[in-house]
C-alpha cells in the first residue's frame, strides 16, 4: 500500500520561506505524477502545482511561479515555498498517482493517494 508523508509545515513571518517534504514509501514504481495541494480555512482544495516523472517536469498554479519550486530526490519531493504570505496559510497536502499517462494536473482526481497533510502558518 502506498503511503505518502509530508512534513515540513510550521510557523513562518511573512516573507519567510519553507520547505515541504513528501516522502513516499510502498512502491517501487518510478513513472509517477505527485501534486501539491493546499486548504485555506474556509476554503476549498486546490491544487498549486505538480511533478511528472516522466518528463521530469514541474508545474504551477500563475500565482506560485517564481515563488515556488518543486525539486526531486529519488522517493522524495520537495516544495520549496519562498516570499511567503499570510494569504499562503493553509494544510498542504502532497498526492501522487503511479504508472499513470505521464501527465500531472491540478484536479483531486488526477491523483489516488494522499499525505495526511502539513500545515503552514504565515504570520507575524
Known amino acids: 500500500q502506498v503511503q505518502l508523508v509530508e512534513s515540513g509545515g510550521g510557523l513562518v513571518q511573512p516573507g519567510g520561506s519553507l520547505r515541504l517534504s513528501c516522502v513516499a514509501s510502498?512502491?517501487?514504481?518510478?513513472?509517477?505524477?505527485i501534486g501539491w495541494f493546499r486548504q485555506a480555512p474556509g476554503k476549498e482544495r486546490e491544487g498549486i502545482s505538480c511533478?511528472?516523472?516522466?518528463?521530469?517536469r514541474a508545474y504551477y498554479l500563475d500565482s506560485m511561479k517564481g515563488r515556488f519550486t518543486i525539486s526531486r530526490d529519488k522517493n522524495t519531493l520537495y516544495l520549496q515555498m519562498n516570499s511567503l504570505q499570510p494569504e499562503d496559510t493553509a494544510v498542504y497536502y502532497c498526492?501522487?498517482?503511479?504508472?499513470?499517462?505521464?501527465?500531472?494536473?491540478?484536479?483531486?482526481?488526477?491523483?489516488?493517494?494522499w499525505g495526511q497533510g502539513t500545515q503552514v502558518i504565515v504570520s507575524s
Open positions: 510502498g512502491t517501487t514504481s518510478d513513472r509517477f505524477e
Open positions: 498526492a501522487a498517482r503511479y504508472d499513470g499517462m505521464g501527465m500531472c494536473g491540478f484536479g483531486q482526481d488526477d491523483y489516488d493517494y
Open positions: 511533478f511528472t516523472s516522466v518528463l521530469e
